[in-house]
């Protein structure tokens, strides 16, 4: 069977503000509150997104510009970096949006000089195919951390990181 390779994606950031990521923001809110219980949502909104601390990027088609997903890498403590707001449109799931999302940032937290990334998914198997995302990327399970409880709606997952070379 032959498969025709994902369309190259362009990563850079963007304005969550902006009427195509709003629109996905929503539908990723709508998805996390039908998927847990509202304790346990804690996806970033719009507004959020925009605070200082947090870097928000989005992977649009190379081509033409469709908005293909979004993700966030948002400083929690100095060296350490939490990710926030991964969902991949619809359209473009099991194109490799969310791991070339996952790597940008990534990349970025290695270039601030991050030791450390974490992030918080759902434990339900809603969010089996992000877990295992996570855990390709070399991620492993951890205990809550910065302000997040224990839960057992969540997995806690943590990634050290190598310096990166100067």
Same mark, same amino acid.
């Given at each position: 069977m032959? %498969? %025709? #390779? #994902? $369309?190259p994606a362009t990563i850079s950031p963007d304005? #969550?503000? &902006?009427?195509?990521?709003? $629109? *996905?923001? %929503?539908?990723h809110l709508e998805l996390m509150h039908a998927q847990s219980d509202p304790e346990?949502?804690?996806a970033l909104d719009v507004d959020a997104l925009t605070a200082p601390h947090i870097t928000f990027v989005s992977a649009r088609d190379a081509a033409d510009g469709t908005l293909l997903g979004v993700g966030a890498l948002a400083e929690i403590a100095p060296g350490h970096g939490e990710i926030k707001s991964m969902h991949t449109a +619809? /359209? $473009?799931r099991r194109r490799g949006v969310a791991g070339a999302l *996952? /790597?940008?940032?990534? =990349?970025? /937290?290695?270039?601030r000089g991050y030791a450390r990334v974490s992030l +918080? %998914? =759902? &434990?339900?198997d809603h969010f089996a195919a992000a877990r295992a995302l996570y855990a390709r990327a070399g991620f492993e399970e951890c205990p809550p951390f910065a &302000?997040? $409880?224990p839960s057992d709606a969540s997995t806690f997952m943590t990634l050290a990181l190598a310096p990166a070379a100067r």
């Open positions: 032959t %498969t %025709t #390779p #994902p $369309a304005d #969550p503000r &902006s009427p195509d990521v709003q $629109a *996905l923001l %929503t539908r346990d949502v804690h +619809e /359209a $473009a *996952l /790597a940008h940032l990534l =990349g970025l /937290a290695v270039d +918080e %998914t =759902g &434990s339900d &302000s997040y $409880a």
